[in-house]
Structure formats: structure tokens, C-alpha cells
């Protein structure tokens, strides 16, 4: 390893204040560069390393790709060079700590620690457009500096003094990175890319939210095996607090198979984001109801949909206002079929999702499903109860509310029943105590569940009001939004309401209830908005995408009818006429795997939580789980 250098040592155009830290292969000293007058950073390798060739090769050629990045959460490099014997990289002195101290420290608060992530991820996917892969993420290489809970990263060591071989495991058996946070491929010494780089970073968040690494064990070979062959631990066996949903972003990032990971770093944090936004909980939405809508037995809706070249075809869409609802940001649609166009792409062969053995029975003549905290909640129409599935066991809990449940939210640890009479009725999450009844002023068509707030439609007055999930109070007064208010949605901070008279969708803030944004004209036909994990789709005749003023319309294939939900990584559709959900990209350009088949006859409602797709059968009354792949 060689001495230190000595204070006033001048190297590279610099002079050492005094060593700030050492590693496997170099120390870091801080530095007083001459000719800026700045104080610096400065690498020096080993010198056994800086003796080998390939090494040194590999060191030029990283230096000036790294050396390209420009990103607010890169620590840029000055200068590289070779002296005396020595070769150095000078890079910008961040007064700041590095993050494995900050985890020593204590806790991190959850929002602290995503956001973290969040700017690393940034600096992930700018390396990865330019080819290089860091190889070696941890928390000793994230620098933090801001005060606590406004963090500003730095990304350090960027693949530079990695001992990387062809063959990944070098002779004396030591892998290239650190064993806490290594992929599997980087440890079988496969071809590793940006993918690789994700699975580190899932690492260093589950590190983060739970103070642990994700296979901690006494023995490096034991480590070793979590990391190929132990599936994902479940961050709430150690903090059960957190979002189930967020337990399951970083179960994705850490699959052990590259393609069952995100997309990018990027779309890991914002999932992860989104899913601590959203408190894990699965906001129900109800169903988009088309132009020509009747009421059968039992206040069933169905809607008529004008087909090219023959008569129209009905689609049920459940009973009730709330009952098709497809939660979890979840919306109804149909497609006008277009003959000049072709068909959509047919699936790839992917399988996406495994459906679990054992249905689980709930409540009769299911309408409505949630998620949030844990569980699942139908609500059971006929007997006048909700019934809470418990996820950990599957056990099933009766609890009853009266009135005529239909549609559920959770929000506050509690979960809201609508009961189609103007009222709610909020049960406590963990106990099942059921509250006051919440009666209302006026009568209403949509609800939905934001963060503090339980969302209602009033179509009479043209408005929308709230009611606090916190204290359970109606707050008086309603919003006026536009012409025919319908379909509502609530997600990261924001309301959205489809006004049908003036073919607008409407963003408010939550907080405020305050216009966030301008007005989006919509197609004529749509009526419903669902919201969830980030992105906004609306739908009615179609189904559309909405990002910021511009709605980008579904192209699909020629007489699918059913409905959509969201999940934090595409888009599942439900093919009523086929009987079949297929999961695609959020462009909805392409399948992301092969179609479900075997879908229950009479899918009240479908929502994607916790890592499955949750389908409630109204003619059985059971709910089936697709364990997503």
C-alpha cells in the first residue's frame, strides 16, 4: 500500500492538506490545488495497482468517459494523470459524509432515503447512457451533504479503480465490488450493464429503510448465497410500518434475473417514490359510466358502445356506481373499433404472472376491492359487511358496517366504505373497529382517496368536497370544478376530475384544493381518470395516457372492451369479451409478456398490490392472486 503522503506534498498541480480516506486500492487526501486556489479532492492509487498495464490502460480510457459526465449528482473530475510513479485522479472536494456513516449513525426517515436514492439513480442512467457501468455502489461511495432531510449526492469512485477481469472473479477469488451489494451476474462473472448498477442501488435503499443490508450474515459465502439464490426478504419483517408496495419495488430491483428488474435505475426510485408517496395503500377509483347507460336490478350499470358497421354491444361494468371500480388506479374503457387500422402487436412469450392455489372466499355479491397497510378489503353488498384478507396468512375477517357497501378506499390507517347512500363509513385498519357514520349533504356519484383527504363528487352542484381521514370531519364547503364532474382520481398530492360538459380534465392540489395546473381538453367520450404510481390515464371511448397538456391515446387492437389498472411498472388491461389480462408497457404500444387467460366470467374488480394482481370474482365471491413475475 506504501505511505501516506505527507502534508505539503505537491502532486499533480496540488498540495496535500491531509488524508481524507482510504479504500482497497488508493487513499483520498484533500488538497489545495496551486493554480485555482480551490480546496480539492485527490486519488492515489496503490501502487501495486499502478504498476499494471492493463490496469493503467483501463484507467485512461474510464478517466475520460467519466470525466464526460456532467450531472448534479456526479462528483466531477478535474484531472487525471500519472507522476513519479504515481497516478492520481483530482475531482471536486465535497464537504459532505459519506452515506455508510450516515446509516451508522441511525435511522433514516423514509422520504430522506428515497430521495437519496432518487438522485443516485439520476446519476446512474447518466453513466449508463454513455456505457459505463459504476460496478461497485454502496453507500461509502454516495457522498451527502445539505442538511438532514434536504439531502444533496454525490456518486463517487465511478468504475475507475475497479479490478475488473473478463472473467469476474479475479485468481485470488475476490470479486470486483463489495459482496453486500453485488448482483448475481457480477458475481458469476457474467456480462453486467446498467441493470447490475440497480441492483446495488435496490440494495443500498433496502439498507437505508431498515438499517440492515438485504442477505446480512457472519460469513462472506454466506452473503454470497442470499445474492444468487435466497429470494428478496421483505423489508416489513424488519420495519412493518413501511408500504407493502414499497417492499415490493425493492424486491423488483433485486430479482435475481436482470429483465425482471426496472427499466432503469430512475424508474426504481420514482416507483419507490411513488409508493411512499401514495402510503402503499391502493385508492379505489369507480367506474367510468359511457353515454348511454342503464340501471338494471340492484342499480347494475351497463353501457352501450357504438361499434363501426353493425349494432352496439353491452358491456357490464359492474353494480353500483362503485362496483367495476378497477382500484388501485384502475378505470374502465372500451375502444371503438376502427377497421382501417390493424390490429395491435400480439403478445411476447414472457409469463408475467403465476396464479396462486387457493382462492380465497370474502363476503357475498362482492363489489368493490382495496389494498393498503398490509390487507385486502371487499366490500360485501348483500350481508352488508367488509371482508379484511390478511396478505401474511390469508385469513379472512368479517366485519360488519350496514348500509349497502360498494366501494371502498383506504387512507389514515383506516379504510373508507362508501355506501352508496351518501355516507361513509371509516373501519379501523388494525383493530376493525367500525366508526361513526359520515353522512353527507348531498348526493354523490365518484369518490376517491388521496393522502390526508377522501374525495366525493357532487354532479349537482357541479363541485367536488373532502372529507379529512384524519379527524373524520366533512370539511364544509364544496370546490366548483366544471360542467358534469364524473370520473376522479387522487395520487401524489394532486386531485383529478373529468368534467364531461366541458371535455377538461381538472388537476387541483390536495392540500388546498387550489387549481395545480391548467385545464386538459379530452377527447369527447371520456369520462373516467385513474392516478397511481406517477401517471395519469383517462378513460371512456379509449384509453389515453395524460402528461402534462398532451393525451396520447391507447392503439390497441379492434374490439377490446374491459378495463385498466395501473401498476408501477406498466399497464395490465382486462379484455372482457376475451377473458384475458395482459400487462403492457405505459406507452401501450406492446405486450410485456403473455396474455392470463382464464380471468373469472364476472371480474368485478382488479387491482395490482404488494407484488400481485388481486381479481375479485363476483360470481363465486373469492378473490384470486397472480403473483407477479
Given at each position: 500500500?506504501?505511505?501516506?503522503?505527507?502534508?505539503?506534498?505537491?502532486?499533480?498541480?496540488?498540495?496535500?492538506?491531509?488524508?481524507?480516506?482510504?479504500?482497497?486500492?488508493?487513499?483520498?487526501?484533500?488538497?489545495?490545488?496551486?493554480?485555482?486556489?480551490?480546496?480539492?479532492?485527490?486519488?492515489?492509487?496503490?501502487?501495486?495497482?499502478?504498476?499494471?498495464?492493463?490496469?493503467?490502460?483501463?484507467?485512461?480510457?474510464?478517466?475520460?468517459?467519466?470525466?464526460?459526465?456532467?450531472?448534479?449528482?456526479?462528483?466531477?473530475?478535474?484531472?487525471?494523470?500519472?507522476?513519479?510513479?504515481?497516478?492520481?485522479?483530482?475531482?471536486?472536494?465535497?464537504?459532505?459524509?459519506?452515506?455508510?456513516?450516515?446509516?451508522?449513525?441511525?435511522?433514516?426517515?423514509?422520504?430522506?432515503?428515497?430521495?437519496?436514492?432518487?438522485?443516485?439513480?439520476?446519476?446512474?442512467?447518466?453513466?449508463?447512457?454513455?456505457?459505463?457501468v459504476h460496478r461497485d455502489v454502496k453507500p461509502a461511495n454516495i457522498l451527502v451533504s445539505g442538511s438532514r432531510g434536504r439531502p444533496h449526492s454525490y456518486l463517487t469512485d465511478f468504475g475507475i479503480t475497479k479490478e475488473v477481469s473478463d472473467n469476474g472473479l479475479t485468481a485470488a477469488g475476490m470479486t470486483i465490488g463489495t459482496v453486500d451489494y453485488m448482483s448475481p451476474e457480477q458475481i458469476n462473472g457474467d456480462p453486467v450493464d446498467g441493470r447490475s448498477d440497480q441492483y446495488a442501488?435496490?440494495?443500498?435503499?433496502?439498507?437505508?429503510?431498515?438499517?440492515?443490508?438485504?442477505?446480512?450474515?457472519?460469513?462472506?459465502?454466506?452473503?454470497?448465497?442470499?445474492?444468487?439464490?435466497?429470494?428478496?426478504?421483505?423489508?416489513?419483517?424488519?420495519?412493518?410500518?413501511?408500504?407493502?408496495?414499497?417492499?415490493?419495488?425493492?424486491?423488483?430491483?433485486?430479482?435475481?434475473?436482470?429483465?425482471?428488474?426496472?427499466?432503469?435505475?430512475?424508474?426504481?426510485?420514482?416507483?419507490?417514490?411513488?409508493?411512499?408517496?401514495?402510503?402503499?395503500?391502493?385508492?379505489?377509483?369507480?367506474?367510468?359510466?359511457?353515454?348511454?347507460?342503464?340501471?338494471?336490478?340492484?342499480?347494475?350499470?351497463?353501457?352501450?358502445?357504438?361499434?363501426?358497421?353493425?349494432?352496439?354491444?353491452?358491456?357490464?361494468?359492474?353494480?353500483?356506481?362503485?362496483?367495476?371500480?378497477?382500484?388501485?388506479?384502475?378505470?374502465?374503457?372500451?375502444?371503438?373499433?376502427?377497421?382501417?387500422?390493424?390490429?395491435?402487436?400480439?403478445?411476447?412469450?414472457?409469463?408475467?404472472?403465476?396464479?396462486?392455489?387457493?382462492?380465497?372466499?370474502?363476503?357475498?355479491?362482492?363489489?368493490?376491492?382495496?389494498?393498503?397497510?398490509?390487507?385486502?378489503?371487499?366490500?360485501?353488498?348483500?350481508?352488508?359487511?367488509?371482508?379484511?384478507?390478511?396478505?401474511?396468512?390469508?385469513?379472512?375477517?368479517?366485519?360488519?358496517?350496514?348500509?349497502?357497501?360498494?366501494?371502498?378506499?383506504?387512507?389514515?390507517?383506516?379504510?373508507?366504505?362508501?355506501?352508496?347512500?351518501?355516507?361513509?363509513?371509516?373501519?379501523?385498519?388494525?383493530?376493525?373497529?367500525?366508526?361513526?357514520?359520515?353522512?353527507?349533504?348531498?348526493?354523490?356519484?365518484?369518490?376517491?382517496?388521496?393522502?390526508?383527504?377522501?374525495?366525493?363528487?357532487?354532479?349537482?352542484?357541479?363541485?367536488?368536497?373532502?372529507?379529512?381521514?384524519?379527524?373524520?370531519?366533512?370539511?364544509?364547503?364544496?370546490?366548483?370544478?366544471?360542467?358534469?364532474?364524473?370520473?376522479?382520481?387522487?395520487?401524489?398530492?394532486?386531485?383529478?376530475?373529468?368534467?364531461?360538459?366541458?371535455?377538461?380534465?381538472?388537476?387541483?392540489?390536495?392540500?388546498?384544493?387550489?387549481?395545480?395546473?391548467?385545464?386538459?381538453?379530452?377527447?369527447?367520450?371520456?369520462?373516467?381518470?385513474?392516478?397511481?404510481?406517477?401517471?395519469?390515464?383517462?378513460?371512456?371511448?379509449?384509453?389515453?395516457?395524460?402528461?402534462?397538456?398532451?393525451?396520447?391515446?391507447?392503439?390497441?387492437?379492434?374490439?377490446?372492451?374491459?378495463?385498466?389498472?395501473?401498476?408501477?411498472?406498466?399497464v395490465w388491461i382486462h379484455d372482457g369479451s376475451g377473458g384475458t389480462i395482459t400487462k403492457y408497457d405505459f406507452d401501450l404500444k406492446a405486450p410485456l409478456g403473455a396474455s392470463i387467460a382464464g380471468v373469472p366470467p364476472r371480474l368485478v374488480d382488479f387491482l395490482v398490490?404488494?407484488?400481485?394482481?388481486?381479481?375479485?370474482?363476483?360470481?363465486?365471491?373469492?378473490?384470486?392472486?397472480?403473483?407477479?413475475?
Amino acid at each position: 500500500m506504501g505511505r501516506d503522503l505527507a502534508p505539503g506534498t505537491v502532486i499533480g498541480g496540488v498540495s496535500i492538506i491531509g488524508l481524507a480516506g482510504r479504500g482497497g486500492m488508493g487513499s483520498v487526501y484533500r488538497a489545495q490545488h496551486l493554480a485555482l486556489d480551490r480546496t480539492v479532492a485527490i486519488k492515489v492509487m496503490n501502487a501495486d495497482v499502478a504498476d499494471d498495464p492493463e490496469f493503467l490502460a483501463r484507467f485512461r480510457r474510464e478517466a475520460r468517459l467519466a470525466a464526460a459526465l456532467d450531472h448534479p449528482h456526479v462528483v466531477p473530475i478535474m484531472h487525471a494523470g500519472e507522476e513519479g510513479g504515481r497516478v492520481y485522479l483530482t475531482m471536486k472536494f465535497v464537504d459532505g459524509t459519506d452515506l455508510s456513516k450516515v446509516i451508522r449513525e441511525g435511522s433514516v426517515e423514509p422520504a430522506e432515503a428515497v430521495e437519496i436514492v432518487h438522485q443516485v439513480a439520476g446519476a446512474l442512467d447518466a453513466a449508463h447512457a454513455r456505457g459505463l457501468v459504476h460496478r461497485d455502489v454502496k453507500p461509502a461511495n454516495i457522498l451527502v451533504s445539505g442538511s438532514r432531510g434536504r439531502p444533496h449526492s454525490y456518486l463517487t469512485d465511478f468504475g475507475i479503480t475497479k479490478e475488473v477481469s473478463d472473467n469476474g472473479l479475479t485468481a485470488a477469488g475476490m470479486t470486483i465490488g463489495t459482496v453486500d451489494y453485488m448482483s448475481p451476474e457480477q458475481i458469476n462473472g457474467d456480462p453486467v450493464d446498467g441493470r447490475s448498477d440497480q441492483y446495488a442501488l435496490a440494495c443500498v435503499l433496502f439498507q437505508l429503510l431498515t438499517g440492515r443490508v438485504p442477505f446480512a450474515a457472519d460469513r462472506q459465502v454466506a452473503r454470497i448465497s442470499g445474492h444468487l439464490y435466497s429470494p428478496p426478504p421483505d423489508l416489513r419483517t424488519i420495519r412493518p410500518q413501511l408500504p407493502g408496495e414499497l417492499a415490493h419495488v425493492v424486491a423488483k430491483g433485486l430479482a435475481k434475473q436482470p429483465d425482471r428488474r426496472f427499466a432503469s435505475c430512475t424508474a426504481l426510485a420514482e416507483a419507490a417514490r411513488t409508493a411512499l408517496v401514495d402510503g402503499g395503500s391502493v385508492h379505489s377509483t369507480v367506474p367510468f359510466v359511457g353515454a348511454d347507460v342503464t340501471h338494471g336490478p340492484g342499480g347494475s350499470s351497463t353501457m352501450s358502445a357504438p361499434r363501426a358497421g353493425g349494432p352496439s354491444r353491452r358491456v357490464l361494468l359492474g353494480a353500483g356506481a362503485g362496483a367495476a371500480a378497477l382500484a388501485a388506479g384502475a378505470i374502465g374503457w372500451h375502444l371503438i373499433p376502427r377497421d382501417d387500422e390493424p390490429a395491435g402487436p400480439g403478445p411476447s412469450p414472457g409469463v408475467v404472472g403465476e396464479l396462486k392455489s387457493g382462492a380465497i372466499s370474502v363476503g357475498p355479491n362482492p363489489r368493490g376491492l382495496a389494498g393498503g397497510d398490509g390487507a385486502l378489503w371487499t366490500a360485501n353488498y348483500d350481508d352488508g359487511t367488509v371482508s379484511r384478507i390478511d396478505l401474511a396468512n390469508r385469513t379472512v375477517r368479517s366485519i360488519k358496517v350496514n348500509g349497502g357497501p360498494g366501494s371502498l378506499h383506504f387512507g389514515q390507517g383506516k379504510t373508507w366504505v362508501w355506501n352508496y347512500s351518501s355516507s361513509f363509513t371509516p373501519v379501523d385498519a388494525a383493530t376493525g373497529e367500525v366508526g361513526e357514520l359520515i353522512r353527507l349533504d348531498h348526493a354523490i356519484s365518484r369518490s376517491a382517496a388521496g393522502t390526508d383527504f377522501l374525495w366525493y363528487v357532487v354532479p349537482s352542484q357541479h363541485a367536488i368536497g373532502r372529507i379529512d381521514m384524519r379527524s373524520g370531519e366533512n370539511i364544509p364547503g364544496l370546490i366548483k370544478v366544471g360542467s358534469r364532474p364524473d370520473g376522479i382520481a387522487a395520487s401524489g398530492g394532486k386531485v383529478y376530475v373529468v368534467c364531461v360538459g366541458d371535455r377538461a380534465l381538472v388537476t387541483l392540489d390536495e392540500a388546498t384544493g387550489q387549481p395545480a395546473g391548467e385545464r386538459v381538453d379530452l377527447p369527447a367520450g371520456i369520462v373516467g381518470v385513474v392516478a397511481a404510481f406517477g401517471r395519469v390515464f383517462v378513460g371512456g371511448n379509449g384509453l389515453a395516457q395524460v402528461r402534462g397538456s398532451k393525451v396520447t391515446a391507447a392503439d390497441l387492437e379492434n374490439n377490446v372492451r374491459g378495463s385498466a389498472a395501473l401498476g408501477n411498472d406498466g399497464v395490465w388491461i382486462h379484455d372482457g369479451s376475451g377473458g384475458t389480462i395482459t400487462k403492457y408497457d405505459f406507452d401501450l404500444k406492446a405486450p410485456l409478456g403473455a396474455s392470463i387467460a382464464g380471468v373469472p366470467p364476472r371480474l368485478v374488480d382488479f387491482l395490482v398490490f404488494s407484488g400481485s394482481l388481486w381479481l375479485l370474482d363476483g360470481d363465486n365471491s373469492q378473490v384470486h392472486e397472480i403473483r407477479i413475475l
